[in-house]
């Protein structure tokens, strides 16, 4: 008698370039089916499991995280019961996609602990009999033709031969028809043929539903046990990823007192430098921070951080931080930056605050022509067998997407470059509103094949994940050995990297550093150097030179890092810049927030009096004046929510992740009413 069914053999778009289900899609088709547990097994890699593992739960579904494995013994679908076998799976899966071979015998039997194991093959049952006992399952699928049903009768007897229990191994792939479509395309792309000859290379087979139970029941109806298993597996199956809590290494000061004694010290030691009289402004902000850093758990990451810098100063590597990192008085303290936070107004609720569930970054900005021996000191420092450079996950964008999907349905070159250059930057799903806006796009043949089945699926597959690549700096430290949370694999230049982007690390609540290597450092460095043989003098430098802030407000800026640009030129002319803050201020203008919303025009209409300068409310006055009463940089969000909601910082925090992350955490509540009442 049938007890149950779990599909223990889903796949997702995780399936790079071959499956056609996106995580939200595939776990409300599970759930809007009545089921309550889910395997994920997507092809070769784990690039998935994490956000996977989140979601699931989100959605009220029992995750099992899983791979699908060509091995040297056949294709095996690895299930993990526990966080051991969870290990051993991003071992498997290392073995595949960071040394490029498929897992031995030998390798399946040496990580195979705390794993279930689903083998689709027959060759060498009784060998893995050996390894796993009664984690060992014979894979049936339920395909109708004759030689599935020959195979599955020769599965039955050799099982039952060798007393190992048989078990539904159904893929899933499809929810509905257009997906098998979207399938059939995307491993087009990966094959670099047509769809036309698609049926000439791999690709999934058009029965490979997820059935309601229904259905699941009647093909398997001879063979209950078989589904039986599919509980008994889930049963099993009981992973619970470590997110959400930090896992960082610890810092070893070799001083023989805690941490905290330590980085405070080396802190206060850094103050006196930059302060010759320590004031109570100063040192009520310096304790505040401390207590939490303390708090939050981030004694060992600042310290870590601290090590990298001091590594490059005593080696003379020009290195600074940058990011909100710069509102911190303690990473001032240490050298991390050169920024005073208190003589520019800086907010460290912006870095950090007591509510905080998610690292904050600290970025490290690196002569570029020395970034590998920091990174080789890390490498060192923490162990090989502990760091990684972290991937980035690359996603198909809708230019993109056109242009190879153009390649699959026969288009020649000349053909997709005239249809897509002639399409704005943006998403496909705007494409009516596009239309609308710019004329060019008007006489496009839209309404023509191949081009409207090419924008169908172009709208289907925009942001689904291609490939991974390198991120530009960031590396992730483990407090462990690294293979015991994320797999590897090998990227394109041939460096190993994470399978995990630097959100699922950050799940994960491991140590992350971007150590960017940036040429305006080695540009200044070179210059630095010219200066001191040139007139035999050390060089310092003047924040308000007067000929300088010439130049800036004539828009003469080609060559200099991050204020080069015709937009941020042309801004720096209107802006007339006499001070740092003002660049900081067309920095923050450029940007796309303050640019398409209209804030910027609006400011610069001020600036120039066009317009009265205005305040929503008299409360914003001291928030806002710097920017002439508009909201123009984030830390600025996070004040006015105090000033008008009375929120403290750690709620306001909520504030900018909500709009940029669409994040489904409530606000909490605070004094709001308070205020509401004033208006």
Request: aromatic share 8%.
């Amino acid at each position: 008698m049938v007890t149950g069914y779990v599909p223990l053999r889903c796949h997702s778009n995780f399936s790079f370039l071959y499956g056609p289900l996106s995580l939200d899609r595939l776990l409300e088709g599970v759930r809007g089916f009545g089921y309550k547990t889910i395997g994920l097994t997507d092809i070769d890699g784990l690039y998935g499991a994490v956000e996977f593992h989140d979601k699931a739960l989100e959605k009220g579904l029992k995750p099992i995280v899983g791979c699908e494995i060509e091995t040297q013994v056949g294709r095996c679908i690895f299930l993990a019961k526990d966080l051991t076998g969870y290990s051993s799976l991003c071992r498997l899966s290392t073995v595949k996609m960071l040394y490029k071979r498929k897992p031995s015998l030998d390798d399946i039997a040496y990580h195979s602990c705390g794993l279930v194991l689903l083998y689709l093959d027959t060759g060498y049952l009784q060998h893995l009999r050996e390894m796993f006992g009664d984690d060992l399952y014979m894979g049936i699928e339920s395909f109708d033709d004759i030689a599935t049903r020959r195979l599955n009768r020769y599965k039955l007897c050799l099982s039952n031969r060798l007393s190992v229990k048989t078990i539904s191994a159904d893929p899933v792939y499809f929810l509905q028809h257009e997906d098998i479509i979207i399938h059939r395309a995307l491993s087009a792309i990966k094959n670099l043929t047509t769809i036309a000859d698609i049926d000439n290379f791999q690709h999934e087979r058009p029965e490979a539903f997820l059935h309601p139970p229904n259905e699941i029941i009647k093909l398997y109806g001879e063979h209950p046990e078989i589904l039986n298993a599919t509980l008994e597996v889930a049963e099993k199956c009981n992973l619970n990823l470590p997110v959400g809590r930090l896992n960082f290494p610890e810092y070893r000061n070799g001083g023989g007192i805690s941490n905290y004694r330590f980085l405070r010290g080396k802190a206060e030691t850094g103050l006196k430098k930059h302060y010759s009289k320590l004031s109570g402004e100063v040192y009520s902000r310096f304790e505040s921070e401390l207590a939490i850093i303390n708090q939050t758990g981030y004694i060992d990451y600042f310290l870590i951080v601290s090590e990298i810098v001091d590594f490059c100063r005593k080696n003379g590597i020009p290195v600074v931080g940058r990011g909100s990192v710069a509102s911190s008085i303690i990473s001032y303290a240490l050298g991390i930056t050169e920024v005073d936070p208190i003589a520019c107004n800086l907010y460290f609720a912006r870095f950090l605050n007591e509510a905080r569930s998610d690292p904050p970054d600290i970025d490290l900005d690196l002569c570029w022509r020395r970034r590998d021996e920091v990174l080789d000191f890390v490498y060192e420092k923490y162990g090989r067998n502990r760091v990684a450079m972290i991937c980035t996950l690359n996603t198909f964008a809708a230019r993109g997407a056109i242009r190879e999907l153009g390649k699959i349905f026969g288009l020649s070159g000349d053909e997709i470059s005239d249809f897509t250059k002639r399409l704005p930057w943006g998403r496909i799903g705007d494409l009516q509103e596009t239309l609308r806006k710019y004329p060019e796009c008007r006489n496009l043949p839209l309404h023509e094949e191949p081009y409207r089945t090419i924008i169908d699926l172009a709208y289907k597959i925009e942001g689904y994940p291609r490939h991974l690549s390198i991120h530009c700096g960031g590396i992730v430290i483990s407090p462990v050995e690294l293979l015991d949370l994320v797999p590897l694999q090998m990227s394109a230049k041939g460096i190993a990297i994470t399978q995990y982007d630097m959100h699922s690390v950050a799940r994960l609540g491991l140590i992350k550093i971007d150590l960017l290597g940036q040429r305006g450092l080695s540009t200044i460095t070179d210059g630095e150097k010219l200066a001191r043989e040139k007139s035999g003098l050390p060089v310092k430098y003047r924040y308000n030179d007067k000929k300088t802030f010439e130049l800036l407000r004539k828009g003469r800026t080609i060559g200099v890092f991050q204020i080069e640009s015709p937009g941020l030129r042309s801004l720096l002319i209107e802006l007339k810049p006499k001070s740092i803050n003002d660049i900081t201020l067309a920095l923050a203008l450029i940007r796309p927030g303050a640019s398409e919303s209209g804030m910027k025009r609006l400011f610069l209409e001020r600036l120039a009096r066009v317009k009265p300068v205005e305040y929503t409310h008299p409360l914003l006055e001291p928030v806002l004046s710097e920017t002439l009463g508009n909201i123009i940089y984030q830390e600025q969000v996070l004040k006015t929510a105090e000033a008008l909601a009375g929120f403290s910082p750690a709620q306001a925090d909520f504030l900018p992740a909500a709009p940029l992350h669409r994040s489904t955490q409530r606000v909490p509540h605070g004094t709001a009413q308070q205020r509401t009442r004033e208006f």
